[in-house]
């Protein structure tokens, strides 16, 4: 109990942080002021552009962090991380379609579906690879995904060296692959919580599924389990989530590899806790990082991935080198 | 009280024919041993009567209805597995493997009574918050039974459950094994021949993919086929009712002892 309260305790507080920073500071008195509807134009600019885009970073680092917990689950594999099945590679090439290619519908309509379509479809695409090589185990799995990622970066290398030109530049594809948060709407932030509360239901609905997998695919499948099916299910669900979280952050690497393994340290390893603290867990980071990256060079802003993997990596390291092997 | 059947199984696999057109019954209680040399197909034949493998010919009964198409939520109801190797991939508590075991009873509302109830069955009540990393082979074995009949399955199948184990460990899991014979049936591959004779009603002698010997422990327990079997002269002893038997010399290639 005391570690879920410490747990809702950094998240509110890396929100308030993030809600704080910027590449002006305000004081919490003032980020107060805005939610309870003060009328001053700095209550108004928080309120309108900082505040959402702050909830919008948990929110996209609470779905990051389902999805780390269901890969790590399904894979059983402590670098399993949601990009690993072709996630990453297809996002990008969606987004770079939509970045780069002049189609008829609007780029603020056509980048998200396209990113989500990509992140989907090449895990759909894996799953049919690994269908076609026999077999819906991990190692298959995994071959695959290595495969059609090396395809996809190619097709997008290849995308933006034809389609580049003095009009269109590379840096906008990249600084989308590099990740970063737009600034949502009210409406938008709404829209992405019920994503995002939807995604937690699914995946806690795994949570005994991946106890089960978790002892091995023998007794998983002497426990009742039809490993294959579930195996399937498990990554569409994942791949789904961390496409939701692409699609409005771009690529936030680490997150999603680290959330879990910071849930599972101190909770064990049932599912059923590990799912909704890797949430917890990825949301505040993901705040804390957006934090950074507003606040750390002004008055430009640092991609989101680049935080993520610089802050992180070496953080990580150090939990690594603290913690017994009780991943 | 199910008993399990299997009907002319074969198993292939890469040309290589583990399993030869073996039949073989439970019966609705009973405890039995398989015993054989290595790769004579006993871990293969109980995977397949676990439905953990599928056989290339020939069907799985289980109380009469075919395994293949049944549910594999009412399969493991009803059959309980003891695999050879068990390692949980994350480490975890005791309470814990019991608790995703228990989950499948689906006693929802119920599960930490039951939990309480099963590890103190088992003796296993100091273990409760123990890692599975800092548990010895012998701990570990019984954590792994205490598991498996959480939900009491009528049938319990166990591959070589005491390998590696010591002697008195051994004897403790493969008398609790055992015992689970008298209340339904338990099929155990070990390679333990004096405790196969000890503890169990009936003994399975497999050979080469086929069932070589299926009788009571009493009426294969005197006859040289065993000795024929595993090459090795066996020497044999009564105390009361209990059979002791122990591997002697090796048998030459002529059949005589050196």
């Known amino acids: ?327 | 009280m199910v008993s399990l059947a299997a009907e002319r199984i074969s198993v292939v696999r890469t040309d290589r024919r583990l399993l030869d057109s073996v039949s073989f019954a439970t019966g609705e209680s009973g405890s039995i041993a398989i015993i054989g040399p290595n790769g004579a197909g006993k871990s293969t034949l109980l995977k397949v009567l676990a439905g953990l493998e599928t056989p290339t010919e020939g069907t799985v009964t289980l109380a009469g209805e075919p395994l293949a198409g049944m549910p594999a939520a009412r399969r493991s109801d009803a059959i309980g597995y003891v695999p050879q190797h068990f390692n949980p991939h994350w480490d975890i508590r005791v309470r814990d493997l019991m608790r995703i075991s228990l989950e499948r009873a689906r006693l929802e509302n119920n599960i930490q009574a039951t939990l309480q109830l099963t590890l103190a069955r088992h003796g296993l009540e100091a273990f409760r918050d123990r890692w599975w990393s800092t548990l010895s082979g012998g701990e570990r074995s019984r954590v792994l039974l205490a598991m498996v009949v959480a939900t009491d399955p009528p049938v319990l199948l166990a591959d070589e459950p005491s390998a590696s184990l010591d002697p008195r460990c051994r004897l403790d899991l493969i008398a609790r094994i055992a015992d689970h014979g008298r209340t339904g049936v338990c099929v155990v591959v070990m390679h333990d021949i004096d405790l196969a004779f000890r503890f169990f009603d009936r003994i399975v002698m497999m050979n080469g993919g086929r069932i070589v010997a299926d009788g009571s422990a009493d009426s294969l327990f005197e006859p040289s086929l065993l000795d024929d079997m595993f090459g090795v002269r066996f020497a044999r002893s009564r105390q009361e009712d209990l059979r002791f038997i122990s591997a002697g010399w090796p048998l030459r290639s002529d059949g005589k002892s050196p």
């Not at chain 1, 885009?53 to 917990?69: D, E, K, S, Y």
Request: aromatic content about 8%; proline content about 5%.
């Open chain 1, 1 to 327: 109990m005391r570690y879920w309260l410490t747990l809702l305790a950094f998240v509110l507080a890396a929100i308030g942080i993030g809600a704080c920073a910027g590449h002006t500071w305000v004081t919490p008195a003032a980020v107060l002021r805005a939610i309870l509807g003060g009328a001053s134009i700095e209550s108004a600019l928080l309120f309108e552009w900082r505040l959402p885009r702050v909830i919008a970073a948990a929110l996209v680092g609470a779905l990051l962090g389902l999805g780390g917990a269901v890969f790590q689950g399904v894979f059983r594999n402590p670098l399993a991380e949601p990009y690993l099945l072709g996630s990453a590679g297809g996002a990008a090439l969606g987004a770079t379609i939509a970045l780069l290619v002049p189609l008829a519908v609007s780029q603020a309509f056509s980048l998200p579906v396209l990113a989500f379509a990509g992140a989907w479809g090449a895990t759909l695409l894996v799953i049919g690879v690994s269908r076609a090589a026999g077999a819906l185990d991990v190692p298959t799995l995994l071959l695959s995904g290595v495969a059609v990622s090396a395809v996809l970066g190619a097709l997008r290398s290849f995308l933006m060296l034809a389609l580049s030109d003095e009009t269109v530049s590379l840096q906008v594809v990249l600084s989308w692959v590099l990740g970063g948060m737009q600034t949502p709407t009210w409406i938008g932030v709404g829209g992405l919580a019920i994503v995002t509360a939807v995604a937690l239901a699914a995946c806690l609905a795994l949570a005994s599924g991946l106890d089960k997998l978790g002892l091995g695919e023998t007794m998983a499948t002497a426990f009742g389990m039809d490993v294959g099916r579930f195996v399937a299910l498990a990554v569409l669900v994942g791949s789904a989530t961390v496409a939701a979280s692409v699609t409005v952050g771009g690529l936030v690497g680490f997150v999603g590899l680290a959330a879990p393994h910071i849930a599972r340290w101190r909770l064990g390893p049932l599912h059923r806790s590990v799912i909704p603290a890797s949430a917890a867990i990825g949301a505040g980071l993901v705040a804390l990082a957006d934090a950074i990256a507003r606040s750390a060079l002004p008055p430009a802003e640092i991609p989101l991935g680049l935080v993520t993997a610089v802050a992180g990596g070496p953080f990580f390291l150090f939990l690594l080198a603290r913690s017994r092997k009780k991943w």
